[in-house]
Structure formats: structure tokens, C-alpha cells
């Protein structure tokens, strides 16, 4: 499957899996504690200065600032028209900021060290009939079949541009979910084959 994983090494490359994800928790939290729009715009821009400071590695990830941008849009489309203009700014200020941050984490880490960093902390839940390895790796492939989405998506996209000069749009819907089918029947038939041995 695809990945937006960069391999354009950054500093946060460096930083270990267990702590991006202890650190995404806790600010995520607070972003959604914070309710004053002129301090979730300070969140918001330190958050977009994170992301900025990839540098290089941010390419990968265009194609989800481009949705978040439109989601962005709708969000305070739809504010606007229930008169609730305020709301809609801390809506969209939040989910912007947590969308970078989870953006970067997944730009910056492997899914396998993800992985890793899930079966460690579920271990303890193992006497209760829990099985740390399995949660781990279903939540490993959900978040694996959300960046091969938007993989096959911007490959369809730019495929259906080379051709027409334009963007695909709505038509790309069917054959990325042909696709999209096609992937999770190869990876269901090798877990079968793989956790039946």
C-alpha cells in the first residue's frame, strides 16, 4: 500500500514514536480545551510553524492540506448561515490544528513504530482476554488505508490531468473505489494466509 510516510529526513524523524504520539494526545486535548478564538489562533499558528518546519517532507502531505482547506471552507459555510460565525472560527481552528499535528506525526513515523508503541501499551490489558497484537495491527491498517487513499487519489488525479489538462474530481470516485477494494481484498487474503498459519 501507499504511505505518506517522507523519507526526507527531519528533526522530527528523529524524535521516538511513543513520544509523538504522548505528545499529539496531550495537545490535541488542550486544543479542544481551549474554547478563546485569539488563543486557539496562537495554537493554530504554532502548529502550523511545526509543520512548516519539515521543510521538504511537507510535499507529501499537500493533498491533505488541500482537503483540509475546502473542509475548512464548509465548515464556516455552514456557521455563517446558522449565524454562528464565532463558532465556526473555533471549529475550524481546532480541527486545523489537530489535522497538522496528526499530519506531521504521520509524515515523520512508520507505521510499524506505531504499531510497536500500541502492542506496548495495550500489553497490560492482556489478562483481560485482550490480544495487544491484534488491536495493534487493525489500528495500524486503518491508519495505513487512510494515507493509501489519498495516495491512489492524488495518483489518479494527476494521471487524469496528464491526460485532460484538468482536475478529475468526482469521476476519480469509482476507480478509486475499485481500487481502494481491490488493496483490502490483497491485504485481507494475506492476514489470512499469514495469522491461519
Same mark, same amino acid.
Given at each position: =500500500? !501507499? ?6 529526513? %527531519? ?19 488542550? /486544543? ?8 486557539? &489562533?496562537?495554537?493554530? !499558528?504554532?502548529?502550523?510553524? *511545526? ?14 492540506? $488541500? ?9 464556516? +459555510? ?9 463558532? &465556526? ?5 481546532? =480541527?486545523?490544528?489537530? %489535522?497538522?499535528? &496528526?499530519? +506531521?506525526?504521520?509524515?515523520? %513515523? ?10 506496548? *501499551?495495550?500489553?497490560? *490489558?492482556?489478562?483481560? !482476554? ?5 488491536? +495493534?495491527?487493525?489500528?495500524?491498517? =486503518?491508519? $495505513? ?20 489538462? @484538468? &482536475?478529475? !474530481? ?6 478509486? /473505489? /475499485?481500487?481502494?477494494?481491490? %488493496?483490502? @481484498? ?7 494466509? @499469514?495469522?491461519?498459519?
Amino acid at each position: =500500500m !501507499g504511505s505518506l510516510y517522507s523519507e526526507h529526513r %527531519t528533526w522530527l524523524h528523529r524524535v521516538p514514536a511513543g513520544w509523538k504520539l504522548l505528545c499529539l494526545a496531550l495537545l490535541s486535548t488542550g /486544543i479542544f480545551w481551549i474554547s478563546s478564538p485569539v488563543m486557539l &489562533g496562537v495554537a493554530c !499558528g504554532m502548529c502550523g510553524a *511545526l509543520y512548516a518546519s519539515l521543510g521538504r517532507a511537507t510535499a507529501q502531505g499537500s493533498r491533505l492540506l $488541500r482537503a483540509l482547506l475546502i473542509a475548512s471552507l464548509l465548515v464556516l +459555510a455552514l456557521h455563517a448561515l446558522l449565524e454562528q460565525a464565532q463558532v &465556526g472560527v473555533v471549529s475550524v481552528l481546532r =480541527m486545523v490544528s489537530a %489535522t497538522l499535528l &496528526g499530519i +506531521a506525526l504521520t509524515l515523520s %513515523t512508520r507505521s510499524s513504530a506505531l504499531q510497536d508503541v500500541l502492542e506496548r *501499551l495495550l500489553t497490560p *490489558l492482556k489478562p483481560l !482476554g485482550l490480544r495487544p497484537e491484534r488491536f +495493534a495491527l487493525q489500528m495500524a491498517l =486503518m491508519l $495505513r488505508f487512510i494515507e493509501h487513499f489519498f495516495v491512489v487519489w492524488k495518483r489518479l488525479d494527476d494521471s487524469y490531468r496528464l491526460r485532460t489538462g @484538468r &482536475g478529475g !474530481g468526482l469521476r476519480l470516485l469509482p476507480p478509486l /473505489i /475499485i481500487q481502494m477494494l481491490q %488493496t483490502a @481484498r490483497r491485504v485481507a487474503d494475506t492476514l489470512d494466509v @499469514r495469522l491461519g498459519s
